[in-house]
Nanobody, 121 residues
Framework: QVQLVESGGGLVQAGGSLRLSCAAS????????MGWYRQAPGKQRELVAT???????NYADSVKGRFTISRDNAKNTVYLQMNSLKPEDTAVYYC???????????????WGQGTQVTVSS
């Protein structure tokens, strides 16, 4: 089992910044991918950004150039620095952890409880 604890959400004006953190604990595999997903009201959960334990990153087109994902493997923690926030970034942000099983990462993995990010115009 893996537990994920998120922090850092809140209310910010458009153009502002927030930093999210997610700490993983429990049965952590050394090779894994951690990431952030978000879900706005009435919409499906969508990818924001992911980062492998080796440092390979992937971003949604909508956040490229504004958001930066990073991680501290020693602390099993992933961060999401969000700059130039827009009202359309408003959503619940969820942390995700997936282990490498065989040659692929598991499909679902583990999820955090979510943290609300609200960007006012």
């Amino acid at each position: 089992q893996v537990q994920l604890v998120e922090s850092g959400g809140g209310l910010v004006q458009a153009g502002g910044s927030l930093r999210l953190s997610c700490a993983a604990s429990g049965s952590i595999f050394s090779i894994n991918v951690m990431g952030w997903y978000r879900q706005a009201p009435g919409k499906q959960r969508e990818l924001v950004a992911t980062i492998t334990s080796g440092g390979i990153t992937n971003y949604a087109d909508s956040v490229k150039g504004r958001f930066t994902i990073s991680r501290d493997n020693a602390k099993n923690t992933v961060y999401l620095q969000m700059n130039s926030l827009k009202p359309e970034d408003t959503a619940v942000y969820y942390c995700n952890y997936r282990r490498l099983v065989g040659l692929t990462y598991e499909t679902m993995g583990y999820w955090g409880q979510g943290t609300q990010v609200t960007v006012s115009s």
